[in-house]
């Protein structure tokens, strides 16, 4: 990597970041990459993102020794990107012509209209089905919750699970079935901890309104509702989800500030409290994967955290699910070691490929599975090492969502249902099996 280091001396690009008429920062010429690096010179590799400004976007294990870098790289750092010579693959050629493609914003579209009997349960009608064909601002996610809540008035409850940095409290649904509120092993669900993968809250939205939706005509969804408590957190990271929408489309972190370091923000999937310091993440606060100053020190870790040992101690967590994008992967314990196995890692594991192949059968979209560590990447702090070995959860995993690349975070809109109707299909398979 002295390639890196001899940029590093020349040519540390600071530029001013463009920014359109809201305030929002502009990606136009931003290209994506995806470059192998070996495990030697991923200290330097990080540094070398810094100084170019470049946005690391995800990495994975590409090779035994190697990772894979996807980064988006802004135009006035090509030149310098382009010198070092790497080993790249150009995935995007213009990010700001991918971004426009996620559509525009838009409102809580309103109740279903004209369709006699989609509410089962005697509530208000669902919320418009094209909820699913657009991305929505922060507050109306809230309105969407607040309506499914009111369409299955006698079989859900709004739950918040703590509050934000920023002071917004973390909403969700709870939703049960035949034996009454909380009488039931959990089903958890948390969308969007890494603020720009939007697609996570949509799909985690799209089967909370299944569930509601088939709950009295699909005899497979009253069965799960019936034997489980599902509590599901679309947005678990409302203050980075907010930033992405006003200011940073790529912002992963939440907005947590210290003192000590102008840098904002800490991975809160880097935060959880056990096995906390190891490989998989940062102590450089600027570092996408920064894991805070001690383990659980954000308010929103504390959060999600508190909500889910409460449900450990009650009536135990069958499944735990961390939604996150992109790289379409079905991840099993552990994130922390290549070696360690959770005490039913093979029914895990068998459960997780069976996941991808019902998924596969409705558009084709192949998800890759495997344990954490060595399928995708070493995770210090992350929430499904968590669950497994502290909350008990006899399930846990992390999901990554579209796409492999191609659009990365910003995945086109009218991938959504899509997303949603694959994502489905692979949990009404889980909760028949697992
Ligand atoms: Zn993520």
Known sequence: MRFFRAVLLIAPLVVGVQV???????????????????DGELADFEAQLESMSAIELSRNRGHIDAHHFDIAVPPESLDAFEALNLEAETLTEDLGADIALEGELQPFPGLETGVSGISAQAGAALPSFSWFSAYHPYADHLTFLRSLQAAFPSNSELITAGTSFEGRTIQGIHLWGSGGKGSKPAIYYHGNVHAREWITSMTVEYITYQLINNYSNDTAVKAVLDNYDFYILPIVNPDGFVYTQTTTRLWR??????????SVGTDINRNWPYQWSGAGSSTSPGSETYRGAAPGDTPENTGIRTFGDQLGAGKGIKLYIDWHSYGQYILTPYGYSCSAKAPNQSKQDTLARNTGTAIAAVHGTRFTTGQTCSTLYATAGG???????????EIAWAIELRDTGTYGFTLP????????EESWAGQKYLWANF
């Open 20 to 38: 359109d008429r809201r305030g929002r920062e502009i990606y136009d010429g931003y290209k994506v990459f995806r470059v192998v690096t070996d």
């Open 253 to 262: 972190k939440n907005r947590q500030t210290r003192s000590g370091t102008s």
């Open 383 to 393: 929430s499904n090492d968590y669950f497994t070995d502290v909350t008990k959860a």
């Open 413 to 420: 809109a009218n991938q959504i249902i899509a997303s949603g």
